[in-house]
């Protein structure tokens, strides 16, 4: 049997939440367990909490050294889980359990090849921000997508801000305009796969398909995260599974990254996608929807 990898689960204590928009926030928490991989993800839930199940959310930032060490997420407001997760003040305790899942080193060509292009959309941002850190050697080229650049400006440099200087190049699209750096448009019409060696898209389904089409044309490796509901988050139930080429995987454990090959293949078994993505945020929450 394989090794399980190095997790743990702590009540922790949250530092410095930040509003950055009137639906995304901060939270930076404290962590005693084994420092992540670009990519992971923690289930988090409130010390006390009216929720039944712990919710994944990407780790954005964090500090090397310790422990304990500083993790940052960046948390979009949906439902009933994320809403008491922007409910908790400075000090106050939360249930953190990973880090879980694969991460973006486990695909990644080593450094020094061909530069390496990451796509983030909206709140998709979050979990690429760590990658350059993690590959001094290599050279990355940043490309982030938003919906609005008004609104959304705090998102923007919240986001975008933490690639400052660790990249090559960035660049900046938003749907709804041109304004400054920020081009108008869909950042998958951005870039140019046959520049880069590989291609790493985080960010709503439909653009992680734009992306993927792009790069199975240019015949680049393209490496998508998915996001699905959770309810373990480390494999057990069954309940985020994902269709692949190679059968059913679990997300949770056997991704959330995978080869845009082998989740968008063509042919009979075509994944049928439901997620609205991180950078999908509604209002109007669905009650039927909402885990327990
Ligand atoms: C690996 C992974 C990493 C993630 N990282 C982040 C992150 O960094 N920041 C962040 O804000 N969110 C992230 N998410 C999404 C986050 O987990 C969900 O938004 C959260 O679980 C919603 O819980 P809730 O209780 O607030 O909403 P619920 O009350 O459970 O649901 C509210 C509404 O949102 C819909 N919804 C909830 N989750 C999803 C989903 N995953 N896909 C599509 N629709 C959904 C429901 O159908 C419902 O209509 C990540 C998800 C995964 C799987
Ligand atoms: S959430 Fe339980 S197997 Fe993935």
Redesign the pocket.
Known sequence: MPALPPRGCFLCRVFNPLLITEE?FRLDCSWPGPVPGAGQ?FMLKPGRSA?FLP????A?LWETEGPPRRIS????????????LAALREGEGIEMSGPL?NRWVDFLPPGGQKPVALVGGG?GI??LLSIPREQPGAVFDFYGGFRNNVRTSGERSALAGAVEGRVRKRVLAAEAGAAGEIRAGRITDFFDPGEYGAVCVCGPDPMLRAAAEKCRAARVPCYV??????ACGTGACLG?TVETLHGSRR??AD??IFGAEEVFFTGRHRLET?????A?V?RK??PE???P
Not at 55 to 58: E, F, L, M, Y
Not at 225 to 230: C, D, I, Y
Not at 274 to 278: E, F, I, L, Y
């Open positions: 995304i993800f929720v919710r994944p959310i990407s954005a997420f960046f948390i979009a407001r949906r439902g009933r889980g994320t809403e008491e899942g709140l979050a979990p995260s998915l996001e699905r509901r959770m985020c997300c949770c991704g959330p439901s997620g609205s993505g991180r999908g509604r929450q669905t929807g909402s885990l």
